[in-house]
């Protein structure tokens, strides 16, 4: 089961009990992971995640080609939003300047807003595999990194995040987009999910919306939203009480 292939088995499924149960491990790791972690080397960290995660993605590629070919590139590339971790923790974890910058930037906002949306709404492993199946794992262990990065960067104030870094985050997720469109027109695919609908999912409401306009928008949105919703909370909480970071590292420690 751990291997087989899409449609052997039948599948997990969102909202099930087996979403639950791997949501709660999730929820639950990233938890005792921050515990046991928000005072050691932060950067380290980031660097031992990317190698993992690298790793892990890797194994991932080999078996979706194998199991769909290489032709269909929607399932194995790893340039859908998520996926930027792997290319933001190479920068964080070994640019310099500008491009650190860029990463470091990426991990604090990103990476929550991918991560716990995929986390509520997985649409793409839960829906066709198991949950005790390679793709599953690999997905929830994926996002629990982004989640747990993500948090352990902004309450341990590894950076302090700026309103002009959205121009960082809008560059390197642009860069993205546009990559993916090219790929997405020559092999008629989805990267990024920004040239096709996406059916059963809230993809799927804003293409209908925004109909020829869909790829802009939805470029436009990645480029931007994400960014200044995490900004957008972190500031106000600031705002409210300068230590409420302390705080939540005390209640956490703790």
């Not at 290319?87 to 990426?106: E, H, M, P, V």
């Amino acid at each position: 089961m751990f291997f087989a292939k899409s449609g052997v088995y039948k599948p997990c499924n969102i909202f099930s009990i087996g979403h639950l149960v791997l949501a709660i491990i999730t929820i639950t790791t990233v938890i005792i992971a921050l515990k046991k972690t928000l005072k050691k080397n932060v950067q380290e960290i980031i660097k031992k995640c990317t190698i993992y995660v690298w790793i892990f993605e890797v194994i991932i590629i080999i078996f979706k080609i194998s199991e769909n070919g290489i032709q269909n590139v929607n399932r194995y590339i790893p340039l859908y939003y998520c996926s930027l971790l792997l290319y933001a923790g190479i920068l964080s974890s070994f640019g310099k300047g500008k491009l650190k910058r860029i990463g470091d930037t990426f991990l604090a906002t990103g990476t929550l807003i991918g991560g716990i949306t995929y986390l509520i709404y997985p649409s793409t492993s839960l829906p066709e595999y198991p949950m005790f199946h390679l793709v599953s794992f690999h997905s929830f262990i994926f996002h629990c990194i982004l989640i747990y990065l993500g948090l352990l960067i902004n309450i341990s104030n590894y950076i302090e995040l700026k309103k002009d870094d959205i121009f960082y985050y809008a560059v390197f997720v642009g860069t993205a987009c546009v990559l993916a469109h090219i790929v997405n027109c020559v092999f008629d695919s989805n990267l990024m999910f920004i040239s096709k609908n996406f059916p059963g999912t809230i993809i799927e409401i804003m293409f209908n919306i925004t109909g020829r306009y869909y790829t802009l928008f939805a470029i436009i949105g990645q480029m931007t939203l994400p960014f200044y919703v995490v900004y957008g909370i972190r500031n106000s909480l600031n705002q409210k009480d300068e230590t409420v970071l302390d705080t939540v590292t005390n209640g956490i420690i703790k």
